[in-house]
């Protein structure tokens, strides 16, 4: 049933962050960017941590108690901090392009060449 | 080891010329490190001789990519000795003559450090003893030579087109170069190894045993590949056009890359595989017809040029031919001529080449036309031309006369029926050779000047080079039995004699006869010029293929629309496509259904359902809400949402750094949006949604769209989420490992300890990111901002001076004496957080990362608050590319430091261990190991990083908007 649940939800903000990504408002459509790495992030934990009990300390492991994986987890938070990067250089793209062109419409953005 | 010692000379001096302090020594200093470099070489080179006496080939090597059997080895015999000689003979004569060639001392030091690298690419050439070190040299050598033609190219179009298009034929030939190395090491191997399946053989030693090589049915493919490779470097008929180009380059260049070294790259490569090539009449044929064909046409357009440069470049394509002609000669006859052929070519060219350089300096011409009279001005230059020219034309008792002695005699030994023809397309080539240097003697320096020609005396040390080179044409004509000889034995199969004068035999008049005939041609070569000419030129051919290639550019790039929707489609249809077509889906969904078949929630699963519906609302609703502060806010609830679900998933230190991350990308967008001007973000809000019922095509388009990709990511999250593997399979021994980097966060040792690398790898990221975000924003500004040089720190004042802001709106509306305040306070409170997470990372959530995020958050508060320019003078101390760097710096030494200690890079090192304060120290919970300096220079990159986006981002700038243009 989570399963499912945590599906949809995946699904829905990834069709969201593409809806976004699609219309000509490049700041939404730099929300919608940042909506699509959450929906990813969201996926990584949930294919990953479902069967643990507790946080992957090495206290817990000595307990016997069942840990949620870790190698996800550094995973996600090497993500996490990449997609950040990268989605301030959208930002960077999309400020420069307001102050270049006078307008956020990307419809009315040409010859990104120069 | 020597040869280790002289391949890697070079390059690191290279290196070291462009950064103090030898970048600021002075031009005489720097010719003098270089040449006495190259001399050494030489010198060590020459040493090893007595030893190949006695060994005949030295083969040496280290580990390279051990699983495929391929070693970084070097493989030196007869041949790569030879070679070896004219690189760094010849070398360092170029290197004592560029330091008087060029007047500016930038570009001379510009101009050594590539012809350095050259160097160094050329001996990696020639001595390399694998065929896949061979090709990355082979390609060095086509780069470094890119930016000696092309080293004027900010000034000259026709250096930029001649260096594109020697890059463009020898690159295009290295493509068809390595694919024919392939085939002949995979051959190789089945020949050597023919129990195994595929094995690549690279070795240069092994691929010289393979006896029968000739007989294996892929010859004929991998000879034109590698033919194709080694003609199109060696500027063979019809690739000859680029050489001529490349007379752009700077004269020490062309003396060096154009006659003495790159270009006889391919003929290295063919004397190379000819051992093993040479029994297959197909390899010796086409070298015969290329190489014939090359040395005839080099030999009659050279008359025809009019530029010197052009003149030699010309014969030095014949030259060239001829060289691998003989190379063709079947039974490798031709062996001893083709080595004489090059160190003879060597020596008088690059001599030529010098004196045409020297000539252009003094008189600022090379048009052999203009030129006359010099011998009173030049008489040492005229000397050495006289010297280099009759080598050239073969005139008795200097080293060209030996060399084409030898040339003829293998000629005439040739026992085919085309003896004839191949002998006549010799002599007529000769005849034209000798005219060039005739003309070289006469035009350029004995007959008088048409008009006076404005003259300057070079300096006299620039005589250095070349007088010792046209000496090495004279005397090695004499000595050739002591010097020469030796040599040659070393790299020739057979046994043979040499002698200076071998007495009147055929050659000898042959020889008379083409000299006379020269003499004869050259009187007439006035009208001899006019008539020559040829119809279709390799360069026309090229330059019809190049627009080729831009008309196809063209109308690849029509296929590009611009609008995302366009590649989306096309990439979900490409995904979906291959998904379904492999029949991925139905193994994995086999036998299991996608639908939840038991309904039951726990009270756990209850509160991650609402924070998903939260996510998911809060996501609808930065659709649907007009104003992009709210989208943004809105935005935010998603991240936290999403946080809190890693909290529950058991993922503290994931839901930690996922919560400051959400804040601070907030954060940025709302200072980015008080960047952008209210009237043009409502510009695109009115047009969008007021107008919307004009647009509601477009509208369902993108609904449909994203509706698709989103139902296509919730099947494929089922799928996956249904069929997901229990844990990964290592998750268990990282979590049993931990203990031994003394650290109780799991997650914390991962990203610290068992993946540094990627973790440093990374933090390189996301610094690349931020200069980019600075790069972006930087641009269009006048000498400030973050961008701004050191030495503007003095101007900085002025630049805080209030008045000159007056206009810029820059604080805030948010700038209260409440909000200063909490400002004020919040910032050691976040240093202090940050400092507590960083230390005790190891034992519970939090690390280097959210140590850098907390402290960025609060900095960006003072941002927000006080606006740029108050935030700045406040925090003088805050320098973000400053932290950057110290972190970068910190985590590579940290990297490196185990290294020292046989760790392996990246190693655990306890340094409390190791100075007895380890009790001591962790007595207050601390334990002091590279993990912990590893964390420091994390935090200290991300803070940089995030530094560097906020000032880039909250920086009030005037960018000009977009002119009509």
Not at chain 2, 345 to 359: C, E, P, Q, R, W
Request: proline residues 4%; negative net charge; glycine residues 8%.
């Amino acid at each position: 049933m989570i399963e499912f649940m945590f599906a949809l939800a995946i699904g829905m903000l990834f069709g969201i962050g593409v809806f976004q990504l699609l219309r000509r408002d490049l700041i939404k459509a730099a929300i919608g960017f940042a909506i699509l790495f959450s929906a990813i992030n969201l996926f990584f934990v949930a294919v990953s941590a479902f069967d643990g009990e507790y946080a992957p300390f090495v206290s817990n492991v000595e307990a016997g108690r069942q840990t949620s994986d870790p190698l996800i987890q550094a995973l996600i938070l090497t993500a996490i901090v990449v997609s950040f990067g990268s989605f301030s250089l959208v930002l960077g793209l999309v400020n420069i392009i307001s102050l270049r062109y006078g307008t956020v419409d990307s419809n009315a953005v040409n010859n990104l060449k120069h | 080891m020597e040869f280790t010692l002289v391949t890697a000379t070079p390059f690191l001096l290279a290196l070291l010329l462009v950064i103090p302090p030898l970048k600021d020594l002075s031009k005489f200093a720097q010719t003098a490190i270089s040449t006495a470099a190259m001399a050494g070489m030489f010198v060590t080179v020459l040493l090893t001789v007595p030893r190949l006496q006695d060994e005949h080939i030295i083969v040496y090597g280290i580990d390279w990519i051990p699983s495929l059997d391929i070693g970084l080895n070097f493989y030196v015999d007869g041949l790569a000795t030879i070679f070896a000689l004219i690189v760094t003979g010849v070398g360092a004569l170029v290197f004592l003559y560029a330091g008087y060639y060029f007047d500016d001392a930038a570009e001379h030091n510009r101009f050594i450090t590539w012809l350095l690298a050259f160097a160094g690419s050329m001996l990696l050439v020639v001595l390399s003893g694998n065929v896949l070190l061979t090709f990355v040299a082979w390609e060095l050598t086509s780069v470094t030579s890119f930016m000696l033609i092309g080293f004027t190219g900010e000034k000259s179009s026709e250096a930029r087109a001649g260096a594109f298009k020697a890059l463009f034929v020898t690159g295009a030939g290295a493509l068809a170069l390595i694919i024919g190395l392939v085939i002949l090491g995979v051959a190789c191997g089945q020949i050597l190894y023919p129990e195994e399946g595929i094995r690549f053989v690279a070795d240069i030693s092994e691929i010289l045993q393979t006896e029968d090589l000739h007989k294996h049915e892929w010859f004929p493919i991998f000879t034109v590949l590698i033919l194709l490779g080694g003609l199109t470097k060696s500027a063979q008929f019809p690739f000859h056009f680029w050489l001529p180009g490349a007379m752009s380059a700077p004269t020490p260049a062309s003396a060096y890359l154009h006659s003495a070294t790159m270009v006889k790259a391919g003929i290295f490569l063919f004397a190379r595989l000819s051992p093993v090539m040479y029994k297959n009449a197909l390899w010796s044929e086409l070298l015969l017809v290329f190489g014939l064909a090359t040395m005839l046409i080099g030999s009659i357009f050279a008359i025809k040029q009019r530029d010197l440069k052009g003149l030699l470049a010309y014969s030095t394509v014949s030259k060239l031919g001829a060289i691998v002609a003989m190379i063709g000669l079947p039974g490798q006859n031709g062996l001893k001529a083709a080595f004489l052929g090059i160190i003879a070519h060597a020596l008088y060219k690059s001599a030529l080449f010098l004196v045409a350089g020297t000539i252009d300096h003094a008189t600022g011409t090379r048009m052999i036309d203009r030129l006359g009279g010099l011998h009173r001005q030049m008489p040492v230059m005229f000397l050495i031309t006289i010297i280099s020219a009759l080598s050239m034309a073969g005139i008795p008792f200097l080293l060209g006369f030996v060399a084409k002695e030898t040339l003829l005699d293998a000629m005439l030994h040739y026992s085919e029926p085309q003896t004839a023809l191949i002998l006549g397309v010799v002599m007529a080539s000769s005849v034209f050779t000798a005219v060039a240097a005739y003309m070289l003697v006469y035009d350029v320096f004995w007959k008088p000047a048409r008009q006076e020609i404005h003259f300057h005396q070079p300096p006299s040390p620039i005589r250095l080079g070349p007088v010792i080179l046209s000496l090495g044409s004279l005397l090695l004509g004499v000595l050739v039995e002591p010097v020469i000889v030796p040599l040659l034995e070393l790299a020739v199969p057979k046994e043979f004699e040499l002698h200076v004068f071998a007495g009147f035999n055929d050659v000898f008049w042959l020889s008379v006869g083409i000299l006379t005939a020269g003499i004869a041609l050259f009187i007439l070569r006035k009208p001899l010029i006019k008539i020559i000419g040829f119809p279709l030129s390799g360069d026309s051919v090229y330059r019809e293929m190049i627009a080729y290639i831009d008309w196809a550019g063209e109308n690849i790039l029509h296929s590009q629309s611009g609008y995302v929707r366009y590649y989306l489609v096309i990439i979900l249809g490409t995904v979906s496509a291959v998904l379904i077509a492999s029949g991925t889906l139905t193994t994995v969904t086999a036998g299991k259904s996608l639908f939840p078949s038991d309904l039951s929630v726990t009270i756990i699963d209850l509160a991650k359902i609402f924070m998903l519906i939260l996510a998911v609302a809060a996501g609808i609703l930065t659709v649907a809400v007009r104003e992009h502060v709210k989208a943004a806010i809105a935005f935010g609830v998603i991240g936290y949402a999403i946080g809190v679900i890693f909290l529950i998933e058991h993922a503290p230190d994931v839901a930690l750094v996922q919560l400051l991350v959400e804040t601070m990308v907030t954060v940025l967008i709302i200072i980015m949006l008080g960047r952008i001007s209210t009237s043009t973000r409502y510009h695109v809000i009115n047009n969008l949604w007021v107008g919307r019922h004009q647009r509601n095509f477009g509208l369902l388009r993108d609904l449909g769209i994203s509706i698709v990709i989103g139902l296509a990511v919730f099947v494929f999250s089922l799928i996956a989420l249904q069929n997901r593997a229990e844990r990964s399979s290592i998750a268990a021994w990282h979590l049993e490992n931990t203990p031994t980097v003394n650290t109780e966060d799991v997650v914390g040792a991962i990203v610290a300890n068992f993946r540094g690398t990627d973790t440093l790898l990374e933090i390189v990221v996301f610094t690349t990111a931020a200069l980019g975000v600075l790069t972006l924003l930087a641009r269009g500004r006048k000498g400030s901002g973050p961008l701004a040089p050191r030495n503007a720190d003095v101007e900085r004042l002025h630049e805080f001076d209030v008045d000159v802001f007056e206009g810029v709106q820059d604080a805030t509306d948010l700038s209260t004496p409440f909000t200063r305040s909490v400002s004020t306070v919040v910032l050691p409170i976040a240093i202090l957080i940050g400092i507590a997470q960083i230390l005790y990372g190891g034992s519970g959530p939090g690390d280097g990362f959210t140590a850098g995020v907390t402290f960025g958050l609060a900095v960006s508060l003072w941002y927000v608050v006080l606006g740029y320019h108050e935030a700045k003078r406040q925090l003088p101390w805050f320098r973000p590319a400053l932290f950057t760097r110290l972190g970068l710096l910190i985590a590579l030494l940290n990297a490196l430091f185990p290294l020292l200690l046989g760790k392996g890079f990246m190693g655990h090192v306890e340094f409390d261990k190791a100075l007895g304060l380890y009790d001591i120290v962790a007595s207050f919970g601390l334990h002091v190991n590279s993990s912990l300096v590893f964390e420091v220079a994390i935090a200290l990159t991300v803070m940089g990083g995030l530094g560097i986006i906020i000032e880039a981002i909250a920086f009030p700038k005037e960018v000009e908007p977009l002119g009509e243009d």
